[in-house]
Every structure is written in C-alpha cells, then in structure tokens.
C-alpha cells in the first residue's frame, strides 16, 4: 500500500537530490532543520526541498509559508488534516523525479554537507537501496537508533519495564539496538530510523512508498523490510552524522504509547509475531 492521495498541488522536482520533511506542530524545530539543511545543500547538484505539513496549529504553517517565499526550491503542501507520518511523506514520494530522496524528520539539524558522501556511497554500491547516518544528541553523544528486527519480547522491555530493572536485561537491550556490534564502523542494519532516511528513489518508488496502515511508529520498519524483499540492502554509515532532537513521544505520554502500540499490532501481523 501507498501512494494514495498524492496532491496535484506539489510541483514535481526534477533533481538529483530531493528532501521531504513532514510537520505536525513542528514550530519549535522546524525553523533550525529548515536552517541547516538550506545552509549545507551540496552546491554541485540540483536539490528540491518538499515540506508536507499535517494541518499544523501550532504556528508551523506561518513559518512554511515564510521559508517557501525566500527559497524557490522549497515546495510546500498544507494537509487538511493529519494524515499520519507515512501517507503524508508518500505524497513527496510520489511527486519527485529524483535520483535519490531524503526522508527527514523536522527535528534534525545537519552541520555539514551530509548528502553528498550519502549519495556517493549509494552511487558505488548498487546493492544499496537505503542508508542512514550516525544520530547524535544535542550534546554531540551518540544515539543508538540502528535496531534488529523487533521481537514481543523487545518492545515490552523497552516501554514497560522500569530503567532500574532494565540492567538485569542490558544484554537483550544491547543487541536490539545493536550496541554489541557497535557504531564505529558501516554494516548492514534491519531496521533503519525513520528520522533520517537516504534512498534510491526508485526503489521508494518500486515498493510504494511507506506502508499507509502505519499513522505513526514501525512505518521506518515495515520500509527497511519491503526494500531488503525488494532484494537491496539497508545499510549505516557512520562516517556522517546528524543530530537529532528526539522528542520520544512514545515515553512522554499515553496517547504516544497507544499509538505505539498499534503500529507495533499492524507490524506483527504483517510480517509475523515474533515473541522473542
């Protein structure tokens, strides 16, 4: 599934890079992701920039409009509604004609240009459908988001289980988010982030784009398993980083965990209950 209700409004970019960020009540960041990312675009190659905007309320929609009106290369669509994370980034999908596509959250900042060495990596390796880079926090430390495939077993001790107790665990927890292995150097990773995604276009566009079952959570998951079924690897690269904000919704409220929850439902059944 996906593709669906793809807006005749979005100008269809032709350019060897594209870069999709979807908001939903994202004034906070949006202005530095905007920012960043303006500032390192790689100067030798066309980019386009869409921005799909989940009927904000929060006063992002004014600070879209502001951005597209300073940049030409900024393509805007305002939603109705909230469309979720993954039919909302399916509309850019759909719209590009882009050798490769950036899926980015709006709550990530880049210090240099990134999408140069990501694009010349995918373009030496055609094994390669996706790849991400190194997350940091705001304070330069590392974000361990490379994840195995989930287990029931996995998400249960992640969410419910108390920080405390979760030593008794440590090891399982390393090797989901694969700290065994370790992020100094590049490897295959199953599940890819979502927050930051480098891809083939075509190969987005050959799977259908994000799964549009998914309203939020396990979207990143089901694509990094549709494009390994598509016979190409998801691969981290750790020799460019990003940082990344990291609201954690999921933690901070039940409306997040519930939401969670459901996409981790949707997930299982697709793809088969794995326990641990």
Known sequence: MGFSGALTEIKRPSAALSIAIVTFNSARTIRSALDSILRHLPEDRSAALVVVDNHSTDGTHEHLNTYARRHRNITLVHNR???????AHNQAIAATNSTHHVICNPDIRISEDV???????LQRWDSIGLCCPRFLSDDGTLQPLNRRYPTMLDLFLRRFVPPRLQKLVQKRLRSY????IGYERSYDVPFVSGAFMFCRTEILKAVGGFDERYFLYFEDADLSRKIQEHGYRTVYFPD???THVWERMAHKSWRGTLLFMQSAYKYFRKWGFKWW
């Open 115 to 121: 999408f140069s060495p990501l694009m010349e990596n």
């Open 81 to 87: 509604t909230n469309r979720g994370f993954g039919p």
């Open 177 to 180: 988010d694969m700290r065994d």
């Open 240 to 242: 460019v980083s990003v």
